[in-house]
Nanobody
């Protein structure tokens, strides 16, 4: 069984910072991108940031310069450092990885259950 466990969400004031972590466990080989999506109430899920195995990153325009995505391949963990947070960053943040599991037999996207980030004074 493959599990993605997110941590680090919570309530923060505008201008503050949070660091999200997502650790993959179980019989999975991370073969592709690792990253984060978010979904605010009434909105579709959107890409926030992701990083390839070689360290190439891409970000949503709305978070460029404020958020930094990174990965630790040895720990199969992906991080999202969020600085200068704004109320519009409020959403449930989901971890996403591209991996292979023998139990499935092919590569696919795996998702965490999400962690809530609330930016409010």
């Amino acid at each position: 069984q493959v599990l993605l466990v997110e941590s680090g969400g919570g309530l923060v004031q505008p201008g503050g910072s949070l660091r999200l972590s997502c650790a993959a466990s179980g019989s999975i080989f991370i073969i592709g991108h690792m990253g984060w999506y978010r979904q605010a109430p009434g909105n579709q899920r959107e890409l926030v940031a992701r990083v390839t195995p070689t360290g190439i990153t891409n970000y949503a325009d709305s978070v460029k310069g404020r958020f930094t995505v990174s990965r630790d391949n040895a720990k199969t963990t992906v991080y999202l450092q969020m600085n200068s947070l704004k109320p519009e960053d409020t959403a449930v943040y989901y971890c996403n990885v591209e991996g292979y599991s023998d139990s499935v037999g092919y590569a696919m996207d795996y998702w965490g259950n999400g962690t809530l980030v609330t930016v409010s004074s």
